[in-house]
C-alpha cells in the first residue's frame, strides 16, 4: 500500500477511534454515589451498608439535560431491591434528558415505617437542594416506583411537607413533594383483602394497629394536594392486585388530582421496564407522553 494511501486511511481512522473512545469513557462514567445522610440516618441501628442509605446520581449528557429529575424506588417487598427496576430505569430517564436519582432505602424486617419514608422525603429534599448545582429546575422534581417502591413513591407522594425554615441542616429546610408520582403495579393499600402481605409485615411489622394501617393505605391519605399520577398495572397481576392501583386513581379523582393509567389485559407482576414485550413496555412511551403533556420534559 503506498505511503500516502496510509496517511490518509491514517487520518480518517484516528479521529473515529477518538469519537468511540470518547462515547465508550462517557458511557462508563459511573453515577454520582451519595449518602443521604453524612453523620447517619435517623434511627440508624448501626453503620453497615443496610442502615446507611443513599442515592446514585445519573446525569444525561449536558446537551440532551432538560432540567428534569425523578427519584426511582425500586420495588422488592420492603425486603429487598430489584436490580431491573433501578439503574435501567435511571438509563430510560436519561434517554428522555431526565436525570434518574436511584434510591437504596432502608429495608425490613431490620427497619419499619417510618425509616423509609425518611429515607424517600430526604432524597427528594437532596435533589431539590442541589437543583442549582445539578442545573435542575426545582419545581421538576418527580418520584418513581416499581411494587412496593411504588407504595414508598405514593408514600412520598401522599405524606410530604413543605421542610422546616429553622432546620439547621440547609436540606432539611426544603420542601419533600414530587412534583409528580409515577407508580408501576404499586402496593398502595396496606388493607385487606388487596395488600400484599410481606410489604405489609416490612414495612409494618406483624402485628400492626389499625391505625398505622390506616395511615399508610395510601389511597386514604390522597387530598388535593397530593401531585399528577401516573399509574400502570396488568389486570392479571396475582401478587399485588389491580385494585390497589384502581383505588389509588379513585382517590385521585375524589380529590381532583390528575390522574393517567394504563392496565395492560396481560402481565405478570414484576415486568419493569417491559423488557421485549411489545405490548408491556410501551408504558414507558406513554409515560414520556404523559410526562410531556404536562411540561415536566421540556
Known sequence: MRLTTCLLLLGVITPLLGLAFSRRKAQQEPPLQLPLWQQGAPGAKGNEPADTPSIAVYRPPAEKANGAAVVVCPGGGYGGLAPHEAEPVAKWLNSLGITGIVLTYRLGPRYHHPAMLQDAARAIRITRAHAAEWRLDEKRIGILGFSAGGHLASTAATHFDAGDPRAADPVERVSSRPDLAILI?????????YTHAGS???????SPSPELVELLSNEKQV????????????????VVPLENSLLFALACRRSGVPVAMQVYEKGEHGFGLGGQDPILSSWTAQCAAWMRSRGFIR
Not at 185 to 193: E, L, Q
Not at 200 to 206: C, E, F, K, V
Not at 223 to 238: E, G, Y
Request: proline share 16%; charged share 5%; glycine share 4%.
Open 185 to 193: 403495579y404499586p402496593v398502595i393499600t396496606m388493607s385487606n383483602p
Open 200 to 206: 405489609r409485615a416490612n414495612l409494618l411489622g406483624t
Open 223 to 238: 387530598t388535593p394536594q397530593t401531585p399528577p399520577v401516573f399509574l400502570v398495572h396488568t389486570a392479571q397481576d396475582t
